[in-house]
């Protein structure tokens, strides 16, 4: 089937030619910082449960939080924003007896953000600068594993099955998709076969689409050792997933640009696509606050630009737009990182990567 190339994926292409790209910052430490009640994020919509802490609700019951924080982060540099729905499925927002409202999420969650970038798209273009404002929609792991039981006594037991999961991950994609995200972004993949299905159902998307919908993921590593929690090394988890031609691949969250830099240059070595690396601000400290200040990640990730190991740069967990900024400021004069040539070879994973002779 012909698919109608995405005219996104070109454009961005096209700036991470010309220099490192900036993505934004955290949302669950930023929405902490409005200090909401249970009544702000439950707003009017009489739902049965609890929903405090439902940071992908306020797409519904609170917008302006959300669109604030989108807004902070264009300003402070970011050339692509991610939207608010980390947690916006079936299976997460069943916690919050909100299934139900799943679609609008998402649908409004990418409005809003796709709003915003075009705002600040078409104020560049007013002073004569053209400078493309991309939205990626953002999809977490679930709280659920395809590839581990949660019952020690019974490996063999999942609390979901394939099929599942992906429809849960197409209806998101779609309304996502719907609402103007640009891409898919399969973020904090700590379990690589539940990446599989979300790469599955945006590729049962684009055949109902008709259409092109480029994927970007992000994992998320569990131990120093380099490996996320299905026991994947970066390696393994590029070789496992380089067959659905991602637009960007990298790593998120995990433990700050410290402890990452191994990875990413491994990474960087091996993957013929776009790099993006979005880190934690360090470590939480013993209240759960993230202490490194924007100086010191700017001066870390600074580090994988300057070998030219990385194309796009943000931050996850504690970050702020003024860890954004500090970013953008410290990469600007730094040219992007070339990627390698495709290796024609046999490379296979299990939970370590293995290259047959090509």
């Known amino acids: 089937m012909s698919l109608t190339p995405s005219a996104a994926r070109t454009a961005l292409l096209e700036q ?9 910052g955290a949302f669950g ?4 910082n409005w200090k909401l009640t249970e009544a702000d994020y439950a707003g009017t919509l009489g739902l049965a449960r609890d929903q405090k802490g439902n940071n992908d609700i306020l797409a519904l019951s609170a917008p302006h939080v959300p669109e604030s924080i989108h807004r902070a982060y264009f300003a402070a540099g970011a050339d692509i924003a991610e939207t608010n729905t980390f947690s916006a499925n079936r299976i997460s927002q069943a916690d919050y007896a909100a299934e139900h409202l799943v679609r609008d999420i998402n649908l409004q969650s990418a409005r809003l953000a796709r709003r915003v970038a075009d705002e600040f798209e078409a104020l560049d273009a007013e002073n004569g600068i053209i400078r493309p404002r991309f939205v990626a929609g953002a999809i977490g792991p679930t709280n659920k594993t395809l590839s581990l039981s949660p019952d020690v006594n019974d490996p063999g037991f999942r609390e979901i099955d394939w099929d599942f999961l992906v429809e849960v991950y197409r209806e998101q994609a779609e309304a996502l998709v719907e609402g103007g995200a640009d891409f898919i972004l399969v973020e904090t993949v700590f379990d690589t076969l539940n990446a599989k299905a979300a790469i599955m159902a945006v590729r049962l998307l684009e055949e109902q689409l008709g259409r092109e919908v480029p994927i970007m993921l992000s ?3 569990t131990d120093l050792s380099g490996r996320n929690l299905s026991g994947h090394t970066v390696e393994a988890f590029w070789y496992a997933v380089r067959h659905a031609r991602p637009l960007t691949i990298g790593l998120n969250c995990s433990f700050g640009a410290a402890q ?15 790099i993006m690396v979005y880190p934690n601000a360090g470590l939480p400290n013993e ?8 100086e010191t990640t700017a001066g870390l990730v600074h580090e994988w630009a300057e070998h030219a190991q990385v194309n796009i740069l943000g931050g996850c967990c504690g970050s702020t737009p003024e860890h954004i900024a500090a970013i953008a400021r410290a990469v600007r004069e730094l040219p992007p990182r070339v990627q390698p040539a495709h290796q024609t070879a046999t490379c296979l994973a299990g939970l370590e990567p293995f290259i047959m002779a090509a």
């Open 16 to 24: 991470a030619r010309q220099r490192i790209l900036i993505t934004d």
């Open 29 to 32: 430490t930023e929405i902490q």
């Open 219 to 221: 994992m998320t590593l």
């Open 260 to 274: 990452l830099r191994p990875h990413v240059r491994a990474l960087s070595q091996i993957a013929d696509t776009l």
């Open 287 to 294: 209240l759960g606050a993230y202490d490194e200040m924007p």
